[in-house]
């Protein structure tokens, strides 16, 4: 057997027990709480952080981060010249 077969095969195996997998309704409530509290547990506090980060760095350091933002805009306004 070629290894695209076996690997299709593995892959339509895989996708059959996901399927047996999710119409278990308490399976799907548990691990969609589970998702909801790691977003906000992990990911809320991380946007919270950078988003401070960068005002920090943008009030300590202000034409340093003028200088990234015009870099930034520039590269913005050349791609979308050059297509």
């Known amino acids: 057997m070629s290894h695209v077969k076996y690997l299709l095969y593995i892959s339509s195996i895989k996708l ?3 399927k047996a ?18 977003i906000g547990c992990v990911v809320f506090p991380l946007l919270v952080t950078l988003f401070c980060k960068g005002l920090m760095f943008i009030f300590t350091k202000p034409m340093t981060a003028l200088v990234v933002s015009g870099a930034f805009l520039l590269g913005m306004l050349v791609n979308e010249k050059l297509s």
């Open 16 to 18: 059959e027990n996901m």
């Open 21 to 38: 997998i999710l119409k278990n309704e308490y399976l799907v409530v548990v691990l969609a709480t589970l998702a909801i509290l790691a």
